[in-house]
């Protein structure tokens, strides 16, 4: 997730927090912005900035942004709409879920690897309709589909 960085009113350079962010990334970020308020380093670049946050989330249990990019892309790909997905955590994970963003990283790739069995299995029911439909067509013995 892309995050606002840049210069105050007073001249030190910031890093925007967010509400969901675990106390290791709070805590990166106040060490960045000391160590380039004190001349210690250059702000990062955004890449470089995005990578230190995906590594604290990593080292706090939580999931990285791609992870979760990942995650919502599958949930889309299962036709999933924000309140099935929400739902779904909250029958897989046994708790109240009120957004994706406090997941750990135990309980994303729980729900990832949910959906993934869901793909499969409706993948398998739609070959194993097919094989059925051209078995019962009338014209099984000339139907260009039949396998």
């Known amino acids: ?5 840049g210069y105050d009113g007073r001249g030190r350079w910031r890093v925007e ?3 969901g962010d675990p106390e290791g990334v709070r805590q990166l970020i106040g060490r960045l912005e000391r ?5 210690e380093r250059e702000p990062p670049s955004d890449r470089a900035l995005a990578r230190m ?7 706090d ?3 990285t942004d791609a992870f979760m990019r990942a995650l919502q892309v599958r949930a889309k790909q299962c036709g999933l709409s924000r309140e099935e997905r929400l739902e779904l955590a909250e029958v897989i994970l046994r708790r109240d ?11 994303a790739q729980r729900l990832m690897d949910a959906m993934e069995g869901f793909g499969y299995i409706a993948h398998l029911q739609i070959e194993q309709g097919r094989r059925y439909r051209y078995e019962r067509c009338p014209r099984a013995e000339t139907c260009p589909m039949r396998a």
Do not use: K
């Open 53 to 59: 946050l995906d590594t604290a989330r990593r080292d």
């Open 17 to 19: 927090i967010l509400d």
């Open 1 to 5: 997730m892309a995050r606002r960085t």
């Open 35 to 39: 160590q380039v308020g004190e001349g």
């Open 61 to 63: 249990g939580m999931p």
């Open 97 to 107: 879920v009120t957004t994706w963003r406090g997941l750990t990283l135990r309980e």
